[in-house]
């Protein structure tokens, strides 16, 4: 009687490769499919002393592609880039940009309201400036007294408020 030595990973190997198999005969060999789905565009946010700007890249996206909207708080940039194929005989060797829905949402600090926002989209690049509130702008503060006066900058927050 001749010895088998026990692998415990058999049967796991023996599974991969029936899914392996299984997807082989799927997907077309040779060349690479349109990637579809979820993508999300590359976002910059910054601040001034007067407003807080939003810039998102949406290159190749038209104004009606994608919308703005800001909602307790919460500032949301959702769209879709679609892939249109432009002539019947196109062959296409290599698809790399990413198709499909997209959706953003940032948080606002307290400092920032909507009202007053504004939005600019040129060269695929949006723009989104949301001014901060009057009560949480730096102000400059005269002191009086026997000595020249001086001024100072103060920062009046919400809890000084109350």
């Known amino acids: 009687m001749n010895m088998v030595k026990y692998d415990p990973f058999s049967e796991l190997r023996s599974l991969q490769d029936e899914m392996t198999r299984l997807f082989v005969g799927v997907t077309p060999r040779g060349r690479e499919e349109i990637v ?3 993508w999300m565009p590359s976002v910059d946010i910054y601040e001034d002393k007067d407003k807080l700007v939003l810039e998102a890249d949406l290159p190749g996206m038209e104004r009606d592609d994608f ?3 800001v909602e307790n708080n919460v500032i949301t940039l959702k769209g879709e880039r679609k892939f249109e194929k432009k002539v019947d005989g196109d062959n296409y060797h290599r698809v790399e940009r990413s ?3 997209f959706s953003r949402s940032f948080t606002l600090p307290q400092t920032i309201t909507a009202e007053g926002a504004t939005a600019e ?3 695929g690049i949006l723009r989104v ?3 901060k509130r009057e009560e949480t702008k730096a102000r400059k503060i005269e002191i009086g007294g026997a000595s020249a006066p001086k001024t ?3 920062e ?3 809890t000084a408020k109350a």
Request: proline fraction near 5%.
């Open 156 to 158: 009046q927050s919400n």
């Open 121 to 123: 989209f040129e060269n």
């Open 99 to 101: 198709y499909g829905s």
């Open 129 to 131: 400036s949301l001014p």
């Open 152 to 154: 100072i900058e103060a």
């Open 36 to 38: 579809r789905g979820s």
């Open 67 to 69: 919308d703005i909207s």
